[in-house]
C-alpha cells in the first residue's frame, strides 16, 4: 500500500496476556520506528530499526517489550504479560533514510483490563 | 533527557484568524518536523525543517527553524474549521535517529 499499515487496530487484552501488534512499512523504507502514546500526551520513542538492525531500544519501558523486524520489512512489537499501565496508542513509522521525515500509520490502540 | 515545550497548550480561535504555536527545546536540533493528529488516527507531516533560519510553507501553514536551533515555529493563516486538532512538534539531535515529540497544542477553532 501507499502509506503505513498497522493492525489490529483495536486490542483488548486481559492483565497478563501477550499480545502482538504487526507494522508494514513504506516500501522501499530503510528506517522503523515504535513508539507508544498515552492519552493525552506526544509520542514517546520506544525502538528503532535500520533495516533488519535493531540500532536502538532505548525507549522500551521493561523487558516485557519485545520488537523485532527479521526481513527488513514487517515488524512486529510484541508486548508479554500485559498490564493495564501499557495500555496506550502504539504508533509504527517509517522513513525514507535521505530525508529521515516519519511517516505514521493510524496506530494500534491497546486496552488493558 | 531531552525535552520539548508546546506553547500553547491549548486555543479556541474564531474561523478565519490566524494561528501561532512554537516550540522550545533544552537541546540543539538538527530538524524540525510538524505533525496534526485528529482522533483515533496517526500524526500526519505538515512540514519538515532541516537548517537553522529555514521558513517553509505547505498552503496556509508556515513554519520557521529558529537560528538558535533550540525552537520552531508554525503559523497558520486563515483558520478553518477542519484545522481543529493536536499539533506536534518533533525535534532530532545529530546523535541519534529517534525524533522527540512536544505535549501537543490543541486547537479548536469557533465557527
Known amino acids: 500500500g501507499a502509506g503505513v499499515s498497522q493492525s489490529p487496530r483495536y486490542k483488548v487484552a486481559k492483565r497478563g496476556q501477550d499480545v502482538a501488534l504487526r507494522c508494514d512499512p513504506i516500501?522501499?523504507?530503510?528506517?522503523l520506528f515504535w513508539y507508544q502514546q498515552a492519552l493525552g500526551q506526544g509520542p514517546e520513542f520506544l525502538t528503532y530499526?535500520?533495516?533488519?538492525?535493531?540500532?536502538?531500544k532505548s525507549g522500551l519501558p521493561s523487558d516485557r517489550f519485545f520488537a523485532e523486524r527479521p526481513e527488513g520489512s514487517v515488524s512486529t512489537l510484541k508486548i508479554q504479560r500485559t498490564q493495564q499501565e501499557d495500555s496506550a496508542v502504539y504508533l509504527c513509522?517509517?522513513?525514507?533514510?535521505?530525508?529521515?521525515?516519519?511517516?505514521f500509520g493510524e496506530g494500534s490502540r491497546l486496552t488493558v483490563l | 533527557g531531552q525535552q520539548l515545550n508546546q506553547s500553547p497548550q491549548s486555543m479556541f480561535i474564531q474561523e478565519g484568524e490566524d494561528v501561532s504555536m512554537n516550540c522550545t527545546s533544552s537541546s540543539i536540533f538538527n530538524t524540525w518536523l510538524w505533525y496534526k493528529q485528529d482522533p483515533g488516527e496517526g500524526p500526519v507531516l505538515l512540514i519538515a525543517l532541516y537548517k537553522a533560519g529555514e521558513l517553509t510553507s505547505n498552503g496556509r501553514l508556515t513554519a520557521q527553524f529558529g537560528i538558535t536551533r533550540k525552537d520552531s515555529f508554525l503559523n497558520i493563516s486563515a483558520s478553518i474549521p477542519s484545522d481543529v486538532g493536536i499539533y506536534f512538534c518533533a525535534g532530532r539531535d545529530n546523535y541519534g535517529q529517534n525524533f522527540v515529540f512536544g505535549p501537543g497544542t490543541r486547537l479548536s477553532v469557533l465557527p
Open positions: 516500501s522501499g523504507h530503510v528506517s
Open positions: 513509522a517509517s522513513s525514507p533514510l535521505r530525508t529521515g521525515e516519519l511517516f
Open positions: 530499526f535500520q533495516n533488519e538492525a535493531q540500532l536502538d
